[in-house]
């Protein structure tokens, strides 16, 4: 075993520098009052980076996530982080939960208390869950990658985590953006120890999988996917060429990685236009200062470049990875309407057992983040579920 606990402890040199770095800060002039066109609006930022020097408290964020039961790992040389909560219910079922970019194990903070202790806060006691939730390798307090390509590696460290680590047998997953991609690999690889998956989209390197015979449904989802990619993409095109470039920046100043972060908090969320309806200044900068503190914003880009540099050798190894895999594990999916751009069951069934597709009210691509509840009630239902039961 190479588990152990862990507290996050920010040397206070770190903020000191912080603190310095935001009072010296270079405000861009906008050319428009409260116009969000061209990316963060500078009026809005520098109001953030006011609080962020004067009104955050950082120690105080810092305990609150201290409060939660964190761990690290050391496997195959790279250095894991996770949180590690078990459940109080009739039945607990290992549930592994999987974050995506721009954010990190912040993304659950919400949901734990719902999974792990259902009966506390009204959703009953007879489904609860043991939450496991890392920091992918190269965010929060996970080690960098210690190489390229690692990204097509991470399914298996996951497997690796549950089962070696922390002895499951079989346990569920859940995942959003680049997580629904690690937790299809998972499921791929490692089918007979995944109970089941649930996830809020189906992974986007998928685009690259254009059918011959598309539905009227799916035609309508990729051609969005195309308007997406020309209207909002430019950030992954970047992030996946030349992501050093961007990186050196933003590692430089707070002011450059809040305004890249919190444009994407307002773009991807379900909060028409107003980025604190759904995250308050507070959330925000505490997801920010994960990426400050660890300076990983530059590894976070990793898996952009991973999947545009594989080359054909990769892309065969991953093939028949799919090939010698088995396709059907059971699959939830729960769609919030805000995410970037919601897929149809048709596109899903092309590579997934789907077995639940659930379309939510309200909510975006932070699901956990923003909509806590209905995620929960969703996971509870989904593996609580007679057709689930027996596998758990």
Known sequence: MTVRPFTISTPQAVLDDLDERLARTRFTTPTRAGSWDEGTNPAYLKTLCAYWRDGFDWRRQEAW?????????????????FIHMRGRGER????LLLHGWPDSFQRFLKIIPLLTDPGAHGLGREVAFDVVVPSLPGFGFSDRPSKLGLTFEIGDLMHRLMTEELGYERFAVHGGDFGSMVAEHIARSHAGSVIGLHLTDVPFFHMFQKPKDPSHAEEGYLKAMEAFSQKEGAYALLQSTKPQSLAS??????????????????????CDGEV???FSKDEILTGVTIYWVTQTIDSSFQPYFDLAHAGPVRWISEGA???????????????FPKDLVPAPRDWAERFFNVQRWTPMPRGGHFAAFEEPRLLAQDLRATFGAEAMAHAA
């Open 92 to 95: 607990s079922i290992p549930l």
């Open 65 to 81: 996530l201290n409060g939660f039961p964190q761990f690290r790992a050391e496997l195959d040389g790279e250095g894991l982080h």
């Open 276 to 278: 604190e309806r759904r």
């Open 321 to 335: 990875k799919t090939w010698l895999g088995r396709h059907d594990t059971p699959t939830a999916f729960a769609l």
């Open 249 to 270: 920046g933003l590692n430089d100043s707070p002011a450059g990685l809040a305004a890249w972060i919190v444009e994407k908090l307002r773009s991807w969320s379900d």
